[in-house]
């Protein structure tokens, strides 16, 4: 069975080639070829021998998750399903905006951590996603969307926010950012990486480590009692023990700054005495907020903040000096904005707010 590169971050793609009698300058090579140029045919990497072409379209491929279905909203954003097979599709978002794009990436089928505003936890969870799954996504959004005048690719920034908890598929999910850092591939920087996360602690001390990125946490919350119900992982890991680690990531951040997501659901998480609850909570955190205003899904019943309510909740939050923004909704009218990604998944977990299935 032919072995597909896009598994391999650098290393992995060297000790490959090691094993095929290969030099380490032809996997970084075939590893620009790859992701810094698009290419997918072996035969057209010119500055590699006959005889190496040959002998990787025999033993290698290139081969990226299949679109099913694309859409366009209006506001310019693009939405792809792709097939990632046994019955299952995972949602990738692309956001233009003038001076970026910023790809959004999913990590898993569906997800295990059941978080009650969420589209994706209603269908469960199947599996992680290959580190060639993930990578992919990137891989076929620049080839898709094309080079710019300048002979660039589009994407500029990476966030894993799409469908899955990224840190519960560590391994693959650090092999992806890997690639998207190398120089030889990508050559983002650290700082337009970021991964979010719903605070699983453990990982978070290992992302510190071994790849540090910018880092979003999912909030929602001031207090244990309420991110409880909206969050269901933190029965496991409560709000003390996750700022605690915030801080320790903050240690090696390429950002000087924890990012806090905080979904505004209106009557429940969004009053005055709430966020001053929340500027208690987060004193001791360097940390911005970025409010995200509700995006309807049917398989629920809250509803959105009221812009009056999001504006003063957000004026609580700036006049105790915490930077604080609101996310301007993209993609909504294909289902593309956050919390709204659902994809196909054929769910093994066959549970509601059941952590078991998520390995915790």
Aim: with cysteine; proline share 4%; aromatic share 6%.
């Amino acid at each position: 069975m032919a072995e597909n590169l896009l598994n391999f971050d650098a290393q992995q793609l060297a000790d490959w080639f090691a094993e095929q009698g290969e030099k380490p300058f032809r996997a970084r090579q075939v590893l620009r070829w790859i992701h810094k140029m698009g290419e997918s045919d072996f035969a057209a990497m010119s500055d590699i021998a006959n005889s190496l072409r040959e002998k990787l379209q025999q033993q290698a491929c290139v081969t990226a998750p299949v679109v099913q279905r694309e859409e366009l909203s209006t506001d310019g954003t693009r939405k792809w399903l792709l097939n990632v097979g046994t019955g299952n599709a995972v949602e990738t978002v692309y956001i233009p905006e003038a001076e970026r794009g910023t790809l959004c990436v999913s990590t898993q089928a569906g997800c295990a951590l059941d978080c009650s505003f969420c589209s994706t936890g209603k269908q469960g969870f199947n599996r992680n996603l290959s580190t060639a799954e993930i990578v992919g996504q990137l891989w076929w959004a620049n080839r898709e969307i094309g080079k710019d005048a300048n002979g660039n690719w589009p994407i500029s920034n990476v966030v894993f926010m799409g469908m899955g908890e990224p840190l519960l598929n560590f391994n693959n999910t650090v092999s992806a950012l890997r690639l998207m850092l190398d120089d030889n591939a990508y050559g983002l920087s650290r700082r337009r990486v970021t991964v979010s996360t719903s605070g699983i602690v453990p990982a978070m001390d290992r992302l510190r480590e071994e790849c540090p990125v910018a880092l979003a946490v999912s909030l929602h919350a001031p207090n244990d009692a309420l991110r409880d119900v909206l969050v269901p992982v933190n029965q496991k890991y409560p709000l003390r023990e996750l700022l605690a680690a915030c801080n320790r990531y903050l240690e090696k951040a390429p950002r000087d700054f924890i990012t806090f997501e905080y979904v505004m659901l209106a009557g429940v998480n969004d009053s005055e005495k709430q966020a001053r609850e929340l500027v208690s909570l987060v004193r001791d955190v360097p940390c911005k907020f970025n409010l995200i205003p509700f995006n309807p899904i049917p398989q629920v019943q809250y509803q959105r903040s009221g812009s009056d309510a999001i504006r003063r909740f957000r004026d609580v939050l700036m006049q105790a000096d915490i930077v604080t923004t609101t996310r301007k909704t993209r993609g909504d009218d294909i289902a593309g904005a956050c919390g709204q990604l659902a994809g196909q998944v054929l769910d093994k977990t066959k549970r509601t707010r059941n952590l078991a299935g998520a390995g915790l």
